[in-house]
């Protein structure tokens, strides 16, 4: 199941059953799981680990050093979960030292062509990047986001879970959860309630989400004492919970 043509280290450790295209490249301390396919052309630099079940299509370039000025050849890692889909022309830079050391992916993430994922990413389990997503260094993304074709987040910019940004979107302040967000820069534009329907969010839940959006958006309060309504609809509402929670967390402010 390896082509002969790809070069694989001896430090590689490979389960049995993986797949590897012809002119792959797997480099030392690269780990990958079971039921994985590479492509061909594909370059994997370690420390990396790969979970079971990801595809990893031509030409992605995985686990490579972080595009940062600083990194002095630390031994930073990459950590890649189950049941991901990296297209083409993917670029995934491992973590830096002054940070923790490590870029994570979770579980089912959809990642198309041309997407850069930089040093120091965290991004959660069945989020969708569109062609030519880009996320600079120390980007945080929640479970379930999708960010259009060609957008961009700024470093440490943290997006909450079921957020959706559009097409070209320029991300430099945090997205909330369930937030949709266009323009640049970005501005909000509601909250995500068709992808809410298709997670089997009930429609009482998604009027509290919208309940809560306009109190943080449409009702002129200062950003605190919206924060201080949501946290107490939230004891009674846990679908505000991360909502909440990414309010709570934000670090660069909030777009708004």
Not at 130 to 151: C, E, P, Q, R, Y
């Amino acid at each position: 199941m390896i082509h002969p043509t790809a070069i694989i280290a001896d430090t590689a450790r490979i389960a049995d059953d993986v797949d590897i295209g012809p002119y792959s490249l797997i480099g030392d301390d690269v780990e990958i799981g079971s039921g994985c396919h590479i492509g061909g052309h594909v370059v994997i630099n370690g420390p990396t680990r790969l979970g079971t079940n990801n595809r990893i299509y031509s030409f992605a370039a995985v686990g490579d050093d972080p595009q940062d000025k600083k990194y002095a050849g630390e031994p930073t890692r990459l950590e890649i979960g189950n049941g991901n889909t990296i297209r083409e022309f993917c670029t995934i830079s491992r973590g830096t030292v002054q940070d923790k050391g490590v870029t994570r992916l979770g579980d089912d993430n959809w990642i198309m062509a041309y997407v850069h994922i930089a040093h120091d990413c965290v991004i959660g389990s069945h989020t969708i990047l569109a062609n030519n997503a880009t996320l600079a260094g120390h980007a945080h993304l929640g479970d379930w986001v999708i960010m259009g074709g060609f957008s961009g987040v700024h470093q440490f910019c943290r997006i909450g879970d079921h957020a959706f940004l559009g097409m070209y979107a320029g991300i430099g302040q945090d997205v909330p959860a369930y937030t949709m967000v266009s323009g640049q820069p970005a501005t909000p534009r509601g909250i995500n309630s068709e992808g809410l329907k298709r997670r089997n969010f009930s429609s009482e839940q998604i009027r509290n989400i919208k309940h809560a959006y306009r109190l943080l958006y449409r009702q002129k309060l200062k950003l605190a004492d919206a924060v201080a309504q949501i946290a107490k609809l939230a004891e009674e509402r846990p679908e505000l919970r991360p909502l909440l929670n990414s309010l709570q967390e934000s670090g660069r402010s909030i777009v708004r």
